[in-house]
């Protein structure tokens, strides 16, 4: 689902310097004199070559993404899941329909028919913090699927995602 592939690691690109000197105290983990929970983010050479190559190639992996959006939205269009914005500013780094309902068994079965639908995110924020009282980000989550939609996908293979889904989902 990444925008760009460089193995692990990333890049954060900014003008404002505040973000960029957190970013800086972030990837350098160790030799602190401070309790602020850091990671060693820092990419090998080869990772930052391997990202060098993919931002050249960025524009077409967005405009893949965006034709691929165009493909689910117009063939989901009526049937019982709500869509992600249609703006054309989205690079659509996921598509996630909120199927009004847990998404649980949706997955499982899109699962054993080879197509690789999630949540959004593995596991909510606050429930890695040990937090309660977000009834809403719960149920969200449990109502949200992300549907596959890496620009390596063949047109095939979107048919295939396409035909799947529908049929799974429940008729209007």
């Known amino acids: 689902t990444k925008v760009l592939a460089t193995g692990e ?5 900014t003008a404002a310097r505040s973000l960029a000197a957190t970013v800086r105290d972030l990837k350098t983990y160790d030799q602190k004199d401070d309790y ?30 965006r034709e691929i959006a165009g493909r689910l939205r117009a063939a989901f269009q009526g049937l019982p899941v709500r869509l992600p914005p249609d703006d054309p500013g989205h690079i659509y780094f996921r598509f996630v329909v909120d199927l009004g309902a847990d998404g649980a068994a ?46 390596s996908l063949s047109d095939a293979e979107v048919g295939r995602i396409i035909d799947v889904v529908s049929r799974l989902l429940p008729a209007p």
């Open 36 to 65: 602020r929970l850091r990671f060693n983010y820092k990419m090998t050479d080869i990772q930052a070559a391997v990202g060098r190559v993919q931002l050249g190639r960025l524009d077409g992996f967005i405009r893949r993404r």
């Open 106 to 151: 949706f997955i499982r079965r899109a699962h054993q028919e080879g197509i690789g639908c999630e949540r959004p995110v593995h596991t909510p924020l606050h429930r890695l913090q040990h937090l309660a009282g977000f009834a809403l980000t719960e149920r969200a989550w449990k109502q949200s699927v992300s549907i596959p939609i890496h620009p």
């Open 9 to 13: 690691g990333g890049m954060v690109a």
